[in-house]
């Protein structure tokens, strides 16, 4: 299957955009943050929660940082509206951070503000390895204000990973980090490429995080890690309010519903807006085994 996802992600510029469109929908909430909060809506009839993402990283001028902090003011309000439990995921590269790191804190204070404001949360992306200590520490900032807003991002297969918490445990009040594997093709003597060794030590952060008092965010598609993380849970005796899974919007439903019938809390990643073509191709350029997902998608239609 490694062979036709590369091919997939290759072949797909090649794709007419209407046709990418279709098959992206699955993944991709729509355009508009009225789309946004449909899914949402829906993910809540079907026991989940969530949080949204406006597409359209990596920016090149601060003029659309600051379109980019209009919307997510406007998604906060409306979800604010909406009643719905919901929150937002920013990445930092939308806000100026290869451009002006301290004009992005500037940007990503007034959505934390706002975030404070409306009692709810934030959670900070993390991006490519060149991002990942300029994102931790403007995260560390915000979060020694707003423990109880602001969220980070850790990902298993970079090797600094369980230095990086150590740190973050002893110096940030209620810690809440989100653990995923990572999916940008990293050099090796920053990253394990080993799956096994990557699972591990995911395995391995989660319990240090649980240990130390963090909330945490699981997200995996991986049912292997799903059913570890359930059998630490259990064997450690974590509470349900101290950790959600997660998951991305229209991979492994089935998966899906399985965590949410035991009982668990899911919170689903919906993403939107007027980048969705240009996201779909990093996305699978960035790590083709994406492509698996959408061929699957594409024979369950």
Known sequence: MNWMNRFIATTLPAVPKPI???FSKRYIAGNTVSDA???VQDLAGQGCIA?????????????????TVNEYLKILQRLEQEKLECNISIKLTQFGLLIDQEKCYENVRKIVESVHEKNNFVRIDMEDSACTSDTIALFSRFAQEYPENVGIVIQSYLRRSMNDITTMLEEIKNLNVRICKGIYIEPREIAYKDPAIINYNYMALL????????????????????FHAQELIRKMNIPRNRYEFQMLLGVDQELRRSIVANGHR???????????YAYSLRRLKENPQIAGYVLRG???Q
């Open 20 to 22: 990418v469109r279709f």
């Open 37 to 39: 909060v449909r899914v």
């Open 51 to 67: 949080t949204v993402d406006v597409l359209g990283e990596f920016i090149k001028n601060l003029k659309e940082a600051d379109r």
């Open 207 to 226: 319990e240090k995080l649980f240990s130390g008092g963090a909330y945490v965010g699981i997200a995996t598609h991986d049912e292997k890690l799903v």
């Open 266 to 276: 899911l919170r689903v990643y919906v993403p939107f807006g007027q980048k969705w």
């Open 298 to 300: 594409i024979l369950q």
